[in-house]
Structure formats: C-alpha cells, structure tokens
C-alpha cells in the first residue's frame, strides 16, 4: 500500500511539475514578446516622426514614456499571473497529496478495523460453540467465559473509539462533564487491564484524590488507550509504568514503556488520525490508528496537551498535561 502510495504520488508530481513548467514558460514567452512588440511599435512610431518637427524630441520622450509603462503593466501583470499560478499550483498539491494519503490511511484503517473486528467475533463464536457443545468442568467453563467477556469488552472498545472518534469529528459529541476523581478513574482503569493482561507488569504511581473537571467516558477512553498502546509496542517482559500528580498548578498523566520507540519521522504524525508506521501488510501488532488520534481530540477537548517523549535508553513517553 505504501509502494502504491508512493508511485501515484511519483506520477502525480512528474505530471504537476510538466504543466506548472509549461504555464511559466508560456507566460515568459508571452512576456518576452510583449515587450518586443512594445519596442517595435515605439520604433516604428518614431520612425514616422519628422525631424525638422518642433515638437520631435517631446514626441520621442511620449513615445519612450509610453513603451516603459506598456513594458512595467506586462510586468506587472505578468508577476501577478505568476504568483496566483504558483499559489495555486502550490494549494491544489498539496491538498492532492493530502487526499491520497489519507485515501491510503482510509484503506489501511479499513483492513485493520475489519482484522479487529473479526477477531473478537470468531472467538466468542468459538467458545460459545464449546460450550454448546461439549460438557465442560466448571474451572473450564468460567475460563471459557471469562475470555468471552474480555473478547466482547475488546469489541466494544473498538466500537466506542469508532464511535466517539466521528462524533468529535463531526462536533456531535454531547459533554457531560462534572468534577470527578481522576485518581480513582485512573487505577480502575489500571485494575481492568490487570485482570485482562495478568501476565504483564503494571507499575503505578497514582497521587490519590486528585480531580479535575471532564468528561468521565472519554478520559477513562484517554487513559485505556494510552495503556493498551503502551502494552502493544513494548516486550511482554518489560514493565508499564502510569504516573499521576500534580506540579505547578497542572495534572500529569504519564505512560511510559520500554518498547521499540517512535522513529523520528514519525513523531510528528503518530497522533494523526488512521496513522500508522508501516502497512498493513508487515504490520504484526493490533490496532487501527484511532487511539492516540482520540487522545490528542480529547485532551483539546479538555482544554490539555498530549506529548511523546524518548523514554531513556529506550521505549517512549506519553504525557497527557490537564491545566487546573
């Protein structure tokens, strides 16, 4: 899909950068042959003047007055044509090159999303089917269905970053906030990915009763994304580490990680909607490149700021700031 991206791009830029040549060439022979025109005419009208008229010189000072001002509007006119076709030529690549990446992006969420949806739903068909049909132990049956309810909460998950990421989107999410104690959101949104995740280590430093003024479901999204992100880039042997406090009169919520990182060319694009490095195709971690969109949308919604740092000597920061 990159590739592909990459060769409608090459030919879009070699067929842009023909005619925008062409236009300028056009417009600096016309130039050129405007000016020549307007010499020519000055010599012709001065050929035709007589020398013994009293008035010779003053007609040759008209005529050369009028040449220069003919040749200043072709100029004139000619850099204004030159500057609108540059700006212009400079917005429609630009929104080109904007809308086939994000056509590609469009395409790769929609490959992901349907991986991610099919998952969840193949396996909760599959230990419904064995529960059904054969006869279980206990032990067996809970475990059975306990891993069915965290397939299901998965899934609705996925729904509810969907659903939330067009609402914010379109400016049709209704926000219900109130104070509520983030301390408390925070741990219990820790607590669940414990149980969802036993085998992996979650290292907290939560200040207690720290509130803020939000909107419950979308920072409980904010902060299940920023873990669930941490928990996907990093080794299943390295721990999660999620910090809460407060320091100068601002609440930080940090998630930090031990992974691969951020390459540096993807920095500035991690938190743009249906971005992911890589392509679907080599990919091999879950996602569908919603979640840290929805968490930049949420803390501007929250009137914050969300940043990623390097995490040294290695993995990755993520730092959401709430202004109190």
Request: aromatic share 10%; glycine share 4%; hydrophobic share 40%.
């Amino acid at each position: 899909m990159k590739s592909f991206f990459h060769k409608k791009l090459a030919l879009i830029t070699t067929v842009y950068w023909f005619l925008l040549l062409y236009m300028i060439a056009a417009l600096l022979f016309w130039f050129i042959k405007l000016n020549h025109h307007a010499s020519d005419t000055a010599e012709m009208q001065i050929a035709l003047l007589q020398t013994s008229d009293s008035l010779y010189k003053e007609k040759i000072s008209t005529i050369e007055a009028t040449k220069k001002r003919k040749i200043a509007q072709y100029l004139g006119e000619g850099t204004t044509f030159l500057a609108v076709i540059l700006i212009g030529a400079v917005f429609v690549y630009r929104a080109t090159r904007k809308q086939i990446r994000l056509s590609v992006q469009q395409q790769n969420f929609m490959m992901a999303v349907t991986h991610e949806l099919k998952t969840p739903i193949a396996i909760t068909h599959l230990n419904l089917e064995t529960l059904q049909k054969r006869k279980l132990d206990e032990e067996k049956q809970q475990k059975l269905i306990s891993n069915t309810i965290q397939e299901a909460n998965r899934l609705n998950s996925l729904c509810n970053n969907i659903l939330v990421a067009a609402q914010l989107d379109g400016g049709a999410y209704y926000s219900n906030t109130y104070e509520l104690n983030l301390s408390d959101l925070t741990e219990t949104c820790i607590e669940d990915f414990a149980i969802r995740y036993p085998q992996r280590k979650l290292e907290a430093d939560i200040q207690q009763q720290l509130f803020i003024n939000g909107e419950a479901l979308l920072l409980q999204m904010l902060v299940n994304n920023l873990i669930e992100n941490a928990l996907k880039y990093s080794p299943k042997e390295m721990p999660v580490t999620i910090r809460l406090y407060t320091s100068n009169k601002q609440t930080f919520l940090d998630v930090l990680d031990k992974g691969c990182g951020v390459k540096p060319q993807d920095r500035k694009k991690i938190f743009d909607k249906f971005y992911r490095s890589g392509s679907e195709s080599t990919r091999t971690t879950k996602g569908t490149g919603l979640g840290l969109y929805l968490c930049k949308k949420i803390m501007k919604s929250h009137n914050g700021n969300i940043t990623m740092t390097n995490n040294h000597p290695q993995g990755s920061i993520f730092t959401a700031v709430f202004n109190m």
